[in-house]
């Protein structure tokens, strides 16, 4: 047994999922709750402790254990096998166990700073500065503890002589970037009289800090962060994320910020799915981290003059990876930044995201202001600010539409703005369609799409033959169900898949062990896609056919293929008719009478 069958083996689903969402049950073995991963009021998430998997028919996710831990901790696979190994005492192979180590202990490390900084605000007379800081700001008690905000007092040794009372070495705090060396060779505190915001990874664990300097009349940068050390890289973490990753997911949309306090603020006033990059440029790293719970990006940067170009710049990485992303604009009365907004009022913040823009619309609206349409030169700085961003745009109807909406507002003909996109920037983002390689020849007719309502359908029929073997059976034998009956080709392979699997002993009077409990069981060796989808469709089969018994599903089977293929039939009429008609406009007698035979044989 592998380790991952192990860990299963150790702990049902059902205990697993239990931890995060109250259940109710469903039927024998199967519990239902309202899914984690998407808004809904009416319950369409269920795990099957029969199946030791989970689906949600909502939003059509599902899995096992791992993939589960994964969404709802927003981990890697390795991170989630760690923590189910750790959860059910499985021991997992060597895994460059003495950098882990090295890296639990720097952990350790930094929650000992936290601790001691976090006391030290609460308790120490010299950081009534930093008290009175936060009191001015606005933060209360429960935002400070819940960021476990503290203070590194005016000392070059607070830290080091505590840290060093907790058996911590100068090396360990050298490596987790807590203190610098002396020209002497000892060790002196790296924060210095700072209010301190401790940085922690997507799993909660602290991995650095920042430091504000409490009087910004010092000659000091106003922030300080630890150095890069084999915990924390800038690039690679998101201030406020371990706390905001349920709402991202919750919400599907991740408000991002500049500054920690713009996320204290929002977090201690009931916007709780932002978080901040640090007045930098999303990198690589942290749009990955975001990927884990949402595509949808709304962003609240500097939004002056100068900060425009900026802004579009920094989500350049953003727009390349296809995130949806939307620009959140203060109202004038809403203040320089979101933690001035929602202090003034939380429902200016709350409107500023629910009414942002795409970012095509902000770019447009940036380009106009503070500009006349009425002076030539400020209509060419508006036109070169809006071309570049056209001519991004891929789908040939939306930049038209653009196109016609910056002729209009400037005043300018749309072949004038084309020709100066043209010349400027090159050729645009899109191609006319590019003909047949022989104009002369017809393409072939495309068989008319399933609409959604006949995949449905074609789904329920699936899971009524894997309720009961029976059924199964009943099918294959009876109504002699083929893999070509399922217009969808997933569905027809996944079937061929399970009648080789019965077919193994080469007679259908001694079938293999096809069944658990009476329901069709997952053979071995299908595809990753097609466990998916099994597993999907055999929670289906016991939310919808549990109760029926054998003859409810026999008539189930027997009404949704008669369905089935009388739609078969009438997608190869309208096939075979389209393709008549273009034998006749091609004048192929041959091809026409091939085509008569076969729609005769339909009838």
């Not at 899995?63 to 390795?78: A, C």
């Not at 930049?399 to 910056?406: C, G």
């Not at 002699?480 to 997933?490: H, V």
């Not at 293999?512 to 289906?540: C, D, H, M, W, Y």
Request: proline share 5%; hydrophobic share 40%; aromatic share 8%.
């Amino acid at each position: 047994m592998d380790t991952t069958e192990e860990i299963k083996s150790r702990l049902d689903i059902v205990d697993l999922v239990a931890d995060y969402l109250t259940l109710k049950t469903a039927g024998s073995g199967a519990f239902k709750a309202c899914c984690p991963f998407h808004q809904e009021k009416t319950p369409s998430f269920y795990v099957s402790r029969n199946r030791q998997s989970w689906h949600c028919f909502g939003c059509d996710q599902g899995g096992d254990h791992f993939t589960f831990v994964e969404k709802m901790e927003g981990m890697e696979f390795r991170e989630a096998l760690e923590f189910l190994a750790q959860k059910t005492g499985v021991e997992l192979p060597k895994f460059d166990g003495e950098k882990m180590t090295r890296k639990k202990r720097l952990v350790e490390v930094n929650d000992l700073a936290t601790k001691y900084f976090r006391s030290a605000l609460a308790n120490l007379p010299q950081a009534e500065q930093a008290r009175a800081y936060l009191d001015r700001r606005g933060v209360d008690g429960l935002t400070r503890d819940l960021f476990k905000l503290g203070y590194a007092p005016d000392s070059w040794s607070a830290l080091v002589d505590a840290l060093a009372k907790k058996g911590v070495t100068s090396d360990e705090m050298l490596e987790a970037g807590l203190v610098g060396r002396s020209d002497r060779g000892g060790v002196y505190d790296r924060f210095r009289d700072r209010l301190m915001f401790p940085i922690a990874d997507v799993h909660g664990n602290i991995v650095g800090f920042t430091g504000r300097i409490l009087h910004d009349e010092k000659k000091e940068a106003k922030y300080m962060n630890t150095p890069e050390t084999a915990l924390y890289r800038k690039s690679a973490v998101l201030y406020g994320l371990e706390k905001a990753k349920g709402e991202i997911r919750q919400q599907d949309l991740a408000v991002i910020v500049e500054g920690n306090m713009d996320v204290l603020s929002s977090h201690q006033f009931g916007v709780s799915n932002v978080v901040a990059s640090s007045g930098t440029a999303l990198t690589v790293e942290q749009l990955g981290l975001l990927r884990r719970f949402s595509n949808n990006l709304a962003i609240a940067f500097d939004q002056d003059a100068a900060g425009t170009a900026a802004t579009v710049r920094g989500l350049d990485l953003a727009r390349a990876q296809d995130f949806s992303i939307k620009i959140i604009t203060l109202p004038p009365e809403g203040g320089k930044d979101p933690d001035e907004a929602v202090h003034k009022d939380p429902q200016i913040w709350k409107d500023a995201i629910k009414n942002a823009v795409g970012i095509m619309e902000w770019i447009y609206r940036q380009a106009f202001k503070n500009r006349r349409t009425d002076l030539p030169e400020d209509k060419k700085e508006i036109a070169k600010d809006v071309l570049p961003e056209i001519r991004r745009i891929a789908d040939p109807i939306e930049r038209d539409h653009w196109i016609k909406k910056l002729s209009h507002d400037l005043g300018a003909s749309e072949a004038a703005l084309i020709e100066a996109m043209g010349r400027r920037f090159g050729p645009g983002t899109g191609q006319p369609a590019r003909p047949f390689a022989d104009p002369s020849r017809t393409p072939p007719a495309q068989p008319p799409r399933p609409g959604n309502q006949d995949h449905e359908r074609e789904k329920r029929i699936f899971a009524a033959l894997l309720a009961k073997e029976e059924g199964f059976l009943f099918a294959m034998n009876e109504l002699g169900l083929r893999p070509a009956d399922f217009f969808d080709p997933e569905l027809g392979g996944l079937y061929e898949s399970l009648c080789a699997a019965y077919h193994d002993v080469h007679s259908l009077e001694s079938p293999p062990r096809f069944s658990a409990g009476g329901t069709v069981r997952l053979p071995p060796a299908l595809s990753e896609s097609q466990t998916k989808i099994f597993n999907t469709l055999a929670i289906l089969a016991e939310r919808e056919f549990e109760e029926g018994g054998i003859e409810a599903i026999k008539n189930e089977l027997r009404k949704g293929l008669e369905v089935l293929r009388s739609q078969h039939g009438a997608r190869e009429r309208r096939l075979l008719e389209e393709e008549m008609r273009m034998a006749e406009r091609q004048g192929d007698t041959a091809r026409i009478a091939e085509l008569m035979k076969r729609f005769a044989d339909l009838q």
